[in-house]
């Protein structure tokens, strides 16, 4: 489960932002749209949160930043990194522009909270920290720091730490992660940190980022996957009433739009799916090629496969502009079913931004679960709560933030809105 996420000088984010998945004490919805953390110092935390702001505020950096942070703890070990690939600083101050860039992130796995952390700068990993709290008072397992009179690192671990860490020491590379050096060679302390990056945790992100569409076709191939399939495309109000997946071999030029096309032992195979949808007068159903499907049935099919999978784990999905190719009421359908109990029993959790104001809703979402992102013309992107402004349970959310209540908009014609 995500806790927190913290950023400094990334992109447009200079000083400190953090994003906090942390309950308010707020009385509404707390049966559906929070859980129980079990965390000592820790009450409920949220299921969802939703970002606003204007084009070019810094909603996507914000999600690029833990993007980054979790492709370096993926790779860092196995690609040799060139650092200002990964840090970009913000650009418009020279000390930010020589400061190195920290990520942070508080998480827990089975019950145990961890605060993980790193900073680069263009020549090294400046810092390396992970802090484990079994008991609710925390215990630094190993921290790192690099000591310029010493032009080395002043290194610390902690007794609890099991293990060859001194020979995990000695083989991490200045522009690399501790952690992903020491999984790399067997550490089974580390391995579930380094797990729940990679299999927990999915930022949908810039170009080239999607969720993976295989996953609707390989659920389909199992016994029970049309019967999870077909309800989330109906409950979201697509009139579908079967689907099938098949593999075409591709030979020569690709004749035909396909789902996606996959590289096998065999060659490339087409992924094509097809919908059967009911008729007006009861006759004999008809079938449409996914390609005859709208773009927003496309979208939609194409990840019912990856978000049943998020719900079914208990898995973390980071998302930007959600609302691309989706009608307002599917994207509502979609965070409905975070926050059903039975749709999400493992307290998956949803962090996306949007422009959708129709989602401003006290009945869609409590007030510790909207978020601002607001920036001038060459300032710092600047990350903000709802609740900085109090806002009244009964509140008209949608009306007021696009009267300039709350801040993040655009600016027209020198008018916010």
């Given at each position: 489960m995500l806790i927190e996420f913290s950023v400094t000088n990334f992109r447009s984010f200079r000083d400190r932002q953090t994003l906090s998945m942390v309950a308010g004490r707020l009385s509404e919805?707390?049966?559906?749209?929070?859980?129980?953390?079990?965390?000592a110092g820790f009450d409920r935390l949220l299921l969802t949160s939703a970002v606003y702001g204007p084009n070019a505020a810094g909603k996507t950096n914000l999600l690029r930043a833990l993007q980054a942070m979790q492709q370096f703890v993926l790779t860092s070990a196995s690609t040799p990194a060139v650092l200002r690939d990964w840090r970009m600083p913000f650009r418009f101050d020279a000390a930010s522009a020589a400061a190195p860039t920290v990520f942070e992130i508080t998480f827990a796995i089975e019950g145990?909270?961890?605060?993980?952390?790193?900073?680069?700068?263009e020549e090294r990993v400046e810092e390396e920290w992970l802090i484990e709290y079994v008991h609710a008072r925390g215990r630094t397992l190993f921290e790192r720091r690099f000591d310029p009179s010493l032009d080395d690192y002043d290194w610390r671990f902690s007794d609890f730490l099991k293990g060859q860490k001194m020979v995990w020491k000695d083989l991490t590379r200045a522009n690399a992660l501790y952690i992903s050096t020491a999984v790399q060679l067997n550490a089974k302390q580390l391995t579930p940190i380094f797990a729940w990056f990679q299999q927990k945790l999915s930022v949908i992100a810039g170009p080239g980022t999607h969720l993976n569409p295989t996953?609707?076709?390989?659920?389909?191939?199992?016994?029970?996957?049309?019967?999870k399939i077909l309800p989330f495309l109906r409950e979201a109000d697509l009139d579908i009433a079967d689907v099938a997946v098949r593999r075409d071999p591709v030979v020569g030029l690709l004749t035909s739009p396909a789902?996606?096309?996959?590289?096998?032992?065999?060659?490339?195979?087409?992924?094509?799916?097809?919908?059967?949808?009911?008729?007006?007068?009861?006759?004999?159903?008809?079938?449409?090629?996914?390609a005859d499907e709208s773009s927003g049935t496309q979208v939609l099919f194409q990840a019912a496969g990856a978000w049943l999978k998020v719900l079914d784990e208990g898995e973390v999905i980071l998302f930007d502009e959600l609302e691309n190719s989706l009608h307002p009421l599917i994207?509502?359908?979609?965070?409905?079913?975070?926050?059903?109990?039975?749709?999400?029993p493992r307290h998956a959790q949803l962090v996306f931004t949007t422009h959708n104001t129709s989602l401003l809703e006290m009945d869609i979402f409590r007030r510790d679960q909207v978020w601002f992102v607001e920036r001038g013309q060459g300032s710092p992107s600047r990350l903000y709560p709802l609740t900085e402004f109090a806002p009244r349970q009964e509140e008209k959310l949608e009306r007021n933030y696009l009267r300039g209540r709350y801040g993040a908009l655009p600016i027209v014609d020198g008018v916010p809105g």
């Open positions: 919805h707390q049966d559906t749209h929070t859980f129980d953390s079990g965390l145990v909270r961890h605060e993980y952390g790193f900073a680069l700068s996953l609707t076709a390989s659920l389909l191939e199992r016994p029970d996957g049309k019967a789902m996606m096309l996959e590289q096998g032992p065999g060659g490339t195979v087409a992924l094509r799916a097809s919908f059967t949808h009911p008729t007006l007068d009861g006759s004999a159903p008809v079938a449409l090629d996914f994207i509502r359908y979609l965070v409905e079913q975070f926050h059903s109990p039975a749709a999400n």
